[in-house]
């Protein structure tokens, strides 16, 4: 085989090794978590459980976070017409970020009989990370508003996060005052971040492999030249 046929090989392979582990890098990890809502409605004390499910994907320098509810939570011992109740939740932020936002929706779109579980349209909502690194999202507390009252659910079974996401703060900004001056950090908290660790190490490879295609290209035709 010829130095040029060699060469493209050589280059070809580290190319696709580099590519194969930068894409398998995760960015997100969802998780459908049960959540046991305490509820306190004004006709008294009412507990539910819903399987909550929340996404993340980047929008601007922000990413837009969904909460979905997959059951019912509550109800109302009158009908509620449509457009009459009107939810929103708190999210808990964790890992590199911290506090809560809040995520709405819209009001119910169709009429929820009386003694019925209401359920929750999607809420979402904009989070725009203050630090870089691994943040977690955690069902927090829900609150309904209908017919002039307000009825609010609070989780009590400690919940889990749903999702995190590696995020990028604007201006680059990390999690500690020490790494301010590195940019973007990569926090080592798990088996997760030896996968990024990995794409780094796959993008080093490609650099390596193309640097080495180059020198070998002009050492042969050094070599045609002096003959």
Known sequence: MSY???TAVFASAAALAGSAVLLAAPAARAEVVNVNYHCKTPIGDKSAVSPIDIKGVKSGSGYKITMSWQKGVSSSPVELGKGSMNPSATVKL???DSGTFTVT???????IPADTPIKINDLSG????KKTGKVTFTAGVLTIKALGTTTTCTPTNSPGPSLT????AAGGSTQSGSDSGSGAALPQTGPEDSVIALGTLGGTVLLAGAAGALWLTRRNQAARAGR
């Open 105 to 111: 929706g819209s009001a119910n779109q169709a009429a």
């Open 4 to 6: 040029q046929k060699r």
């Open 94 to 96: 964790g890992g590199a």
């Open 126 to 129: 904009t989070y725009t990370p």
């Open 165 to 168: 996401l590696d995020v990028t």
